[in-house]
C-alpha cells in the first residue's frame, strides 16, 4: 500500500483550455465547472475531437490527473501528456502517462449503474504520476471510439499538485456515506421516501508528523479552509479501488494540529464528498 495522497491545488481551473471539437452549448469552458452537472460534450466520438489542451502558463507541479463525472465505456482509454510547449506535447513530452484504462480492475459502467439507470459513484477517470511532473502545457487525449452516444461527456478537470506525507494514515481511518434521503412514516407504519443523492465521508488521523510534513498540513488548511475543494486518494498503488475510495471533497471543519505524544505532532481530517450537480 502507497502512503496517501492529497490534491490540494488544482491547476486545471485556471488554465487556457483549447483542442478537440466539443459543441457551442457544452463547451471546454465547463470543465472547469466545479457544479458537476454541467458538463463539456465532444461533436462526436473520433478521437480528433475529444483531446484536451491546458495552458498553465507557467511549469506547476502535478502529480493527480483527471475528469470527475465522464460517460466513457468500458474500452475507452485515457492518454495524460506534459510538456515545455504546446508543440512539445506530440513531439518531445517530458511526460506521458501512456494509454491506460479509464475502467480499472473489474468496475465497468454496468457494475456502477442502478436498476433506475443512475451511476452509484460519479465516475472518474484517474491518472497518477509517480513523483511531481512540473510542465506548462498538459495534454489529454480520450479515445473511446465506440462510445453508444456517440460523443463524449467530460466533468471537472484535474491537475493537482498534491502532498504525499511521508508516514501515511494511522489505524482507525472512517469511510463512511452522508444521505441526503428524506424518510418519513405514516401512523400506519407506511414507510415513504424523497430520494436524494449520497456523499462519501473520510475520517483520518496522520500522526507522528515530522516536521516538513506537519508545516505543510497547516499550510493546506489554512489555504483550501470549508470552501476549495480538496481530492482525496488513500492509496494511489490500487487503481481497482479509486472507483470506490477516490473522491473529490471538501472540509468538513479545519481539524487541528495536536501533540497527543512529545515532539510529535498528529493532523486531522474530515472530508465530504462534492457531489452536486
Do not use: V
Given at each position: 500500500?502507497?502512503?496517501?495522497?492529497?490534491?490540494?491545488?488544482?491547476?486545471?481551473?485556471?488554465?487556457?483550455?483549447?483542442?478537440?471539437?466539443?459543441?457551442?452549448?457544452?463547451p471546454l469552458a465547463r470543465l472547469q465547472d466545479i457544479v458537476l452537472a454541467k458538463v463539456a460534450r465532444s461533436t462526436d466520438a473520433t478521437t480528433g475531437s475529444t483531446i484536451v489542451l491546458v495552458d498553465l502558463g507557467v511549469a506547476r507541479p502535478v502529480r493527480i490527473m483527471g475528469v470527475v463525472g465522464h460517460n466513457l465505456g468500458l474500452a475507452a482509454t485515457q492518454r495524460w501528456r506534459g510538456a515545455t510547449s504546446q508543440a512539445n506535447l506530440t513531439a518531445a513530452p517530458g511526460y506521458d502517462s501512456g494509454a491506460e484504462a479509464v475502467w480499472r480492475g473489474t468496475d465497468t459502467p454496468d457494475l456502477n449503474t442502478d436498476e433506475a439507470g443512475e451511476p452509484i459513484h460519479r465516475p472518474v477517470a484517474l491518472s497518477v504520476a509517480a513523483a511531481d511532473q512540473s510542465w506548462r502545457w498538459w495534454r489529454l487525449d480520450i479515445a473511446d471510439t465506440g462510445n453508444a452516444a456517440g460523443y463524449v461527456e467530460l466533468g471537472y478537470l484535474m491537475l493537482w499538485a498534491a502532498w504525499q506525507p511521508t508516514r501515511n494514515f494511522s489505524y482507525g481511518k472512517s469511510l463512511g456515506l452522508e444521505t441526503g434521503t428524506i424518510r418519513e412514516e405514516s401512523i400506519g407504519l407506511v414507510e415513504?421516501?424523497?430520494?436524494?443523492?449520497?456523499?462519501?465521508?473520510?475520517?483520518?488521523?496522520?500522526?507522528?508528523?515530522?516536521?516538513?510534513?506537519?508545516?505543510?498540513?497547516?499550510?493546506?488548511e489554512r489555504e483550501r479552509d470549508l470552501d476549495r475543494p480538496m481530492f482525496w486518494l488513500p492509496n494511489p498503488a490500487a487503481p481497482e479501488e479509486w472507483l470506490d475510495r477516490a473522491f473529490l471533497a471538501r472540509m468538513t471543519v479545519l481539524g487541528p494540529l495536536d501533540n497527543p505524544t512529545l515532539r510529535r505532532e498528529r493532523s486531522v481530517w474530515d472530508l465530504r464528498e462534492v457531489a452536486g450537480g
Open positions: 500500500m502507497a502512503n496517501c495522497l492529497l490534491g490540494y491545488r488544482n491547476w486545471a481551473a485556471r488554465g487556457a483550455l483549447s483542442g478537440g471539437s466539443w459543441r457551442a452549448s457544452r415513504t421516501h424523497d430520494r436524494r443523492a449520497s456523499r462519501r465521508t473520510e475520517k483520518f488521523a496522520i500522526e507522528n508528523l515530522l516536521p516538513a510534513d506537519a508545516k505543510i498540513a497547516l499550510r493546506i
